[in-house]
């Protein structure tokens, strides 16, 4: 079955303490972003990657890092996590330049 | 750089038509989709639309007009389950960004 995973689904932490939200594609897919969503914000993008070892900042890229050192992988990381990262997070991955993307589940983030 | 507006929320009745509305400025993009989201879930894909011109998917269309920055999805013969947030987005052609509009929840009312 095609499908984006991302893990954890929920997590609560505390500020500070690094942390690294996993994500991985069984579609061969080239393109992999990171996105935020907050109420009444829509989805913002945090950073993507149009191939292995290329990434870009989105719109909203302070706090986060990511890798791409394998395709069908793209972790999140947070070095040194705030409150204000508190959110819901969507890894997504697309075939080509269209933008038909498959979403993961999503991954609640808390940070206190 | 991108954005896109929608109406932040649409309320129609069952079995109604529906139409939300996108409204865009970019300097070069792919092409215009739309996905549904529900309650905090996946969002899931619904339409593209690469040229402009209507596309249609079952009860899904979708319409794109380059030289107006417009676009539209079409919900026909509204079901109670069609009640979502809907979301417009592109992608730029000058470094792969991605963009969404910040979507327009859809109230189905019986």
């Known amino acids: 079955e095609a499908q984006v995973t991302q893990n954890p689904r929920y997590l609560i932490t505390v500020t500070g303490k690094k942390l690294t939200v996993t994500c991985s594609q069984n579609?061969?897919?080239?393109?992999m972003s990171w996105y935020r969503q907050d109420p009444g914000l829509g989805l913002r993008q945090i950073y993507y990657s149009m191939n292995v070892e290329v990434t870009d900042k989105g719109d909203v890229p302070e706090g986060y890092k990511v890798s791409r050192k394998e395709k069908r992988n793209f972790p999140l990381i947070l070095e040194s996590p705030s409150p204000n990262q508190t959110s819901l997070y969507f890894c997504?991955?697309?075939?080509?330049?269209?933008?038909?993307?498959?979403f993961g589940q999503g991954t609640r983030l808390t940070v206190v | 750089g991108q954005s896109l507006e929608q109406p932040s929320e649409v309320t129609a009745v069952e079995g109604a038509i529906v139409q939300i509305n996108c409204t865009y400025q970019t300097s070069g993009f792919y092409g215009l989709s739309w996905y549904q989201q529900h309650d905090g879930g996946a969002p899931t894909f619904l339409s593209y639309?690469?040229?402009?011109g209507l596309e249609e998917t079952g009860r899904f269309s979708s319409f794109l007009s380059r030289s107006d920055s417009y676009g539209y999805l079409l919900l026909q013969e509204l079901q109670m389950k069609d009640s979502a947030s809907y979301f417009c987005a592109v992608r730029g052609t000058n470094a792969g960004k991605s963009t969404f509009g910040d979507g327009t929840t859809l109230t189905v009312k019986p």
């Open positions: 579609m061969n897919h080239e393109y």
């Open positions: 639309n690469a040229l402009d």
């Open positions: 997504a991955s697309s075939p080509n330049k269209i933008n038909e993307a498959f």
